[in-house]
């Protein structure tokens, strides 16, 4: 193997990993965290396809993260629990995605939409 594969191989697993530890992050609440800061990490040194899962997981975790906040704050007056079941949603659709094109060394077509 060549240090290009090798990398490639590398990149690969990092993705996944962060793919696993959002997953973890809806029983732990803390290794999504942990996956943030290994994607923003390896956000420079990634490169081609698997760069724009690490932009997609950053973007994911952010987002999701402003989401979650607004719906703890709003489950106050009730609502903030239909907040927080679409937050559940999203964030699943958009990790299944992720590993799935992950699996397939597929890029993730638009890192910055905020759907799926």
Request: net charge neutral; hydrophobic share 55%.
């Given at each position: 193997?060549?240090?290009?594969s090798?990398?490639?191989?590398q990149?690969?697993?990092?993705?996944?990993?962060?793919?696993?530890?959002?997953?973890?992050g809806?029983?732990?609440?803390?290794?999504a965290?942990?996956?943030?800061?290994?994607?923003?990490?390896?956000?420079?040194?990634?490169?081609?396809?698997?760069?724009?899962?690490?932009?997609?997981?950053?973007?994911?975790?952010?987002?999701?993260?402003?989401?979650?906040?607004?719906?703890?704050?709003?489950?106050?007056?009730?609502?903030?629990?239909?907040?927080?079941?679409a937050w559940?949603?999203?964030t699943?659709v958009?990790c299944?995605?992720?590993?799935?094109a992950?699996?397939?060394?597929?890029?993730i077509?638009?890192?910055?939409?905020?759907?799926?």
């Amino acid at each position: 193997m060549t240090d290009t594969s090798n990398q490639v191989d590398q990149d690969r697993r990092t993705v996944l990993l962060v793919y696993i530890l959002y997953f973890l992050g809806f029983a732990t609440g803390i290794s999504a965290a942990a996956g943030v800061y290994i994607a923003s990490d390896k956000k420079d040194a990634a490169g081609g396809v698997w760069r724009s899962h690490i932009d997609y997981q950053i973007k994911t975790f952010w987002i999701g993260l402003a989401a979650l906040f607004t719906g703890a704050v709003l489950s106050i007056v009730l609502i903030g629990w239909l907040a927080i079941f679409a937050w559940t949603v999203w964030t699943l659709v958009r990790c299944v995605k992720g590993v799935i094109a992950a699996l397939e060394d597929r890029p993730i077509e638009d890192p910055q939409t905020l759907m799926w």
